[in-house]
């Protein structure tokens, strides 16, 4: 059962929310840029990692799971958030160029067909993040947090489900070394820094990066060898029949090209 929208904005009001913000946000800026004159689409509760995309981004929109709600964003601006069926998102083929799922999948009935409309969304050549809790981490584990609910994965099985959903991997990193404590989030810098370098296996979450590509296949043809049939010769109607005795083989033979003459 998904966690709801309310527990998710309080979450992220908190000081570990917004650590959680803060390097989560960092991650998908050093992988996307500003994601300048792009479409790019915030699915689950990933609106606190892509505001900063907002202003050099031609469009951000973000779609959230009927069973999670939805809450108007951005706050006192034009609302862009929509409330969507994980298996039927509400978009045209291809629109998006970067797609951004956090709380997404670990709570799904299926993530496969929720990946897989990403997929048929994502534009050609788009690229996709996503972000979960690492199953060896001290989030996955902490239930006062939305990363403490659901599946969380390992870097694996991550990668597995998306090439299940057609989607091809190219790149991953980790994020949340700092413990998921309230008290500890004005450390969460420190420990950024120092967990990467010294303990990069207890990261709390795992952000993969997978890319959508098509192929177009051409048929390579392959060298048969053909039988052909030898033709059978019927005679004319009225035609004389032709003689098979060896005499009537010879002057045939002394005919062809390269001969030689008798001399008389």
Known sequence: MRRDVLELRQFYASDLGRAARLMVGRKVVE???????????ALGYATPFVATLAPAARR????????QGVEIWPAGEKNLASLVGEDCLPFPNAMFDRI?????IEESP?????????????????????????RNGLWANAEK????????????????????AELEPSGWTRALYVPPANWLAGM?????????RLWPGFAGLVLMEAVKQTFAVKPKGARVRARVAKPILIPAPGAAPVSRSPASHSPARRSGLGASRRRP
């Open 31 to 41: 992988a996307w840029g500003d994601a300048r004159g792009l479409d790019v689409l």
């Open 60 to 67: 951000v929109v973000a779609a959230m799971p009927a069973q």
């Open 100 to 104: 951004l799922l956090a709380h997404a």
């Open 110 to 134: 299926d993530a496969v067909a929720l990946l897989r409309e990403v997929w048929r969304v994502l534009a050609p050549s788009g690229r996709v993040i996503v972000a979960v809790a690492a």
């Open 145 to 164: 947090t939305p990363f403490g609910h659901g599946r969380p994965y390992t870097r694996g099985q991550l990668g597995e489900l998306l090439r299940e």
């Open 188 to 196: 969460a810098e420190l420990f950024e820094q120092a967990g990467s």
